[in-house]
């Protein structure tokens, strides 16, 4: 079983909507910074959305703080990213992370654990 499991990603029109799902396997994640990012070609991964352990501090990237929304759920050990008026260039794989550190690293280059990915499709 895969530590972090993303899922909720598909294809929608421009101006649509999903919802992303992290469920983690494990209760340490309860208390660890959680958050979302993306692929970058040739770079890397782009940081997406970070929450702290007990959701009391968020941060976003500039592209997404006015569309999407990061939110968790400790009992149940899940990440959600809500994501809506999707635009072609959000197009890509998101993938789930989690990091030792609870209150959100500094860096927005973060991450202990990954999960493996989810496709998020956005067409015009």
């Known amino acids: 079983q895969e530590r972090l499991v993303e899922s909720g990603g598909g294809l929608v029109q421009a101006g649509g909507s999903l919802k992303l799902s992290c469920v983690a396997s494990?209760?340490?994640?309860?208390?660890?910074?959680m958050g979302w990012f993306r692929q970058v070609p040739g770079e890397g991964r782009e940081f997406v959305a970070a929450?702290?352990?007990?959701?009391?501090?968020?941060n976003y990237a500039d592209s997404v703080k006015d569309r999407f929304t990061i939110s968790r759920d400790i009992a149940k050990i899940t990440v959600y990213l809500q994501m809506n008026n999707l635009q072609p260039e959000d197009t890509d794989v998101y993938y789930c992370?989690?990091?030792?550190?609870?209150?959100?690293?500094?860096?927005?280059?973060?991450?202990?654990?990954w999960g493996q990915g989810t496709q998020v499709t956005v067409s015009s």
């Open positions: 992370a989690g990091d030792e550190e609870p209150l959100i690293p500094d860096s927005t280059g973060w991450a202990d654990y």
């Open positions: 494990e209760q340490m994640f309860s208390r660890h910074t």
């Open positions: 929450i702290s352990w007990d959701g009391s501090r968020t």
